[in-house]
């Protein structure tokens, strides 16, 4: 069992930055591959980013590619997520995930495991 929970979400002004944070428990983070996905409301829940168990591998959804950079710390159990160049259209609950790699990292269901979210707001 895995449990993820996120920070550093709030409220910015559009082109500005915000880093989150999601922590997980237990001592099988290093076997996840770990994602973001965000959702917007009234909108479903879509891929942002992800990497692979040691770190060496990302994908981006073409929406945040050159704006957006995912990273983790295995030794903390924590991956991030570098928000930079923000635009209202980024505004969103952000969710982290955890889970073997299913063959798409894009695929919400190939995830076990999700934080509650955080709240990023963008302000133009």
């Known amino acids: 069992q895995v449990q993820l929970v996120e920070s550093g979400g709030g409220l910015v002004q559009a082109g500005g930055s915000l880093r989150l944070s999601c922590a997980a428990s237990?001592?099988?983070?290093?076997?996840?591959?770990m994602g973001w996905f965000r959702q917007a409301p009234g909108k479903e829940r879509e891929f942002v980013a992800a990497i692979n168990r040691s770190g060496g591998g990302t994908s981006y959804a073409d929406s945040v590619k050159g704006r957006f950079a995912i990273s983790r710390d295995n030794a903390k159990n924590t991956v991030y997520l570098q928000m930079n160049s923000l635009k209202p259209e980024d505004t969103a609950v952000y969710y982290c995930?955890?889970?073997?790699?299913?063959?798409?990292?894009?695929?919400?269901?190939?995830?076990?495991?999700w934080g509650q979210g955080t709240q990023v707001t963008v302000s133009s």
């Open positions: 995930a955890g889970g073997p790699y299913s063959g798409s990292y894009s695929y919400i269901g190939g995830y076990d495991y």
């Open positions: 237990g001592r099988t983070f290093k076997s996840y591959a």
